[in-house]
């Protein structure tokens, strides 16, 4: 899976964050992280689907609390990166 790279002004805000720094915008930050997190094999959450029968073994990996943290900021650096504040 290749990650598309937004346009500069899809992934910032127009506001100034600490130190003078862009802030970038949240919703880039998690679409990026969601495909990411695709792109590795694995589920941001669990979605529930009636097409699924009972007892079916699902064998996926979702990520918990931490996980999302990890991708949420890697998303953040990866954007920083791209969009030239780092």
């Known amino acids: 899976m290749v990650v598309s ?3 500069r002004s899809d ?3 127009g506001e100034q964050g600490a130190r003078g720094m862009p802030k970038i915008n949240e919703a880039a930050i ?7 997190c695709k792109q590795d094999g694995k589920n ?18 979702f990520l ?9 900021a890697r998303a953040r650096d990866e954007l920083a990166r ?4 780092r």
Do not use: N
Request: a neutral charge; aromatic letters at 10%; charged letters at 25%.
């Open 5 to 7: 790279v937004p346009l």
């Open 11 to 13: 992934i910032l805000t």
């Open 30 to 36: 998690l679409r990026r992280a969601k495909a990411l």
């Open 44 to 61: 941001w959450a669990f979605e529930f689907t009636p097409l699924l029968s009972p007892g079916t073994k699902i064998g996926q990996s």
């Open 64 to 72: 918990d609390e931490a996980g999302r943290r990890e991708y949420l």
């Open 82 to 85: 791209e969009s030239g504040d």
